[in-house]
């Protein structure tokens, strides 16, 4: 079936860097822009950005730019999210998504990372 | 602060039919169709509709979307239990170039 697994729960010190990885089963990787969307507690979710799994093309949201960095590869259909300059404000839980052809929804979600920034 | 508005909660009893607005601007709504997700505890979200109305293969025809100028909105009729959920709408928005969700509504189920 089509699915989205992410990596396990990072906690990482202010200042330091996370990467968190997604892999894709059940559908062509290379077909379908990837998307990252994050929750804190408490909040709602937060678009980050997305990125072209054929191409590599990207884009952030405003807030991270110049801290996120979406790369892949197509090898074995894995998309990551590096996320740099942490800091506690970016405890949160991360998803993948899949975006879903001729509409900016996102139809398959990751389970989820758990990303704990904490001195 | 959300770019898109969603009153933070809603309620209904079983069998009721409920509404969620989801109020945006031009740049985004106004421009652009819009999404909602179902988001229950533990779990990731849910797409429950694209393009303003679509639903995704699976998700039951109570729940059902509409758009109207620069606002959105979600019904769901035959409420159940198991709907209570917080509700997420999203587009995209030319101004921030990027994509942006709204707060979130908590639908409690009585």
């Known amino acids: 079936q089509v699915q989205l697994v992410q990596s396990g729960a990072e906690v990482k010190k202010p200042g330091a860097s996370v990467k968190v990885s997604c892999k894709a089963s059940?559908?062509?990787?290379?077909?379908?822009?990837i998307n990252w969307v994050r929750q804190a507690t408490g909040h709602g979710l937060e678009w980050i950005g997305w990125?072209?799994?054929?191409?590599?093309?990207?884009g952030s949201a405003q807030k991270f730019q110049g801290r996120v960095t979406m790369t892949r590869d197509t090898s074995i259909s894995t998309a990551y999210m590096e996320l740099s300059s942490l800091r506690s404000e970016d405890t949160a839980l991360y998803y993948c998504?899949?975006?879903?052809?001729?509409?900016?929804?996102?139809?398959?979600w990751g389970q989820g990372t758990t990303v704990t920034v904490s001195s | 602060q959300s770019v898109l508005t969603q009153p933070p909660s809603a309620s209904g009893t079983p069998g009721q039919r409920v509404t969620i607005s989801c109020s945006g601007s031009?740049?985004?709504?106004?421009?652009?169709?819009a999404n909602w997700y179902q988001h229950l505890p533990g779990t990731a979200p849910k797409l429950l509709i694209y393009?303003?109305?679509q639903r995704p293969s699976g998700v039951p025809d109570r729940f059902s979307g509409s758009k109207s100028g620069t606002s959105a909105s979600l019904a769901i009729s035959g409420l159940q239990s198991e709907d209570e959920a917080d509700y997420y709408c999203?587009?995209?928005?030319?101004?921030?170039?990027?994509?942006?969700f709204g707060g979130g509504t908590k639908l409690t189920v009585l």
């Open positions: 998504a899949r975006k879903f052809r001729g509409t900016v929804g996102l139809d398959v």
């Open positions: 059940g559908y062509t990787f290379t077909s379908y822009d």
């Open positions: 990125m072209n799994a054929n191409s590599g093309n990207s």
């Open positions: 031009n740049s985004n709504i106004g421009g652009h169709t």
């Open positions: 393009n303003n109305d």
């Open positions: 999203s587009a995209w928005d030319d101004s921030l170039s990027g994509q942006v």
